[in-house]
């Protein structure tokens, strides 16, 4: 079993900046590596993948954040992280980390996740 906790959401003027960090922990044994990721939801509307950050530690980013967020990660501390500056309004989402081992395979479009955080509201204001 698989726990994910997100912090660091909050309210922010556009143009601002934001961190979140995302702690996982794994009971049973489970081997926890990278194949996490940042999603986000607005009412109304699907999840959409914002991030990915891989089992080689290498990133992968929607076309919608390039150049603005930023994926890291702390294996020691199984902790991910999004960095993103520029924050426009439209970023305004519950923002929710993701763990699958599948999202390493069939990357940010895939459905296939089995363990998602609460979610961390982020709001960016004009």
């Known amino acids: 079993q698989v726990q994910l906790v997100e912090s660091g959401g909050g309210s922010v003027q556009a143009g601002g900046s934001l961190s979140l960090s995302c702690a996982a922990s794994a009971s049973g044994g489970t081997y926890m590596s990278y194949c996490m990721a940042w999603f986000r939801q607005t009412p109304g509307h699907e999840r959409e993948g914002v991030a990915l950050l891989d089992s080689q530690g290498s990133a992968t980013y929607a076309d919608f954040v390039k150049g603005r967020f930023t994926i890291s990660g702390d294996n020691a501390k199984n902790t991910v992280y999004l960095q993103m500056t520029n924050l426009k309004p439209e970023d305004t989402a519950m923002y929710y980390c993701?763990?699958?081992?599948?999202?390493?395979?069939?990357?940010?479009?895939?459905?296939?996740?089995?363990?998602w955080g609460q979610g961390t509201q982020v709001t960016v204001s004009s």
């Open positions: 993701a763990f699958d081992p599948r999202l390493c395979r069939y990357g940010l479009e895939t459905g296939l996740v089995d363990y």
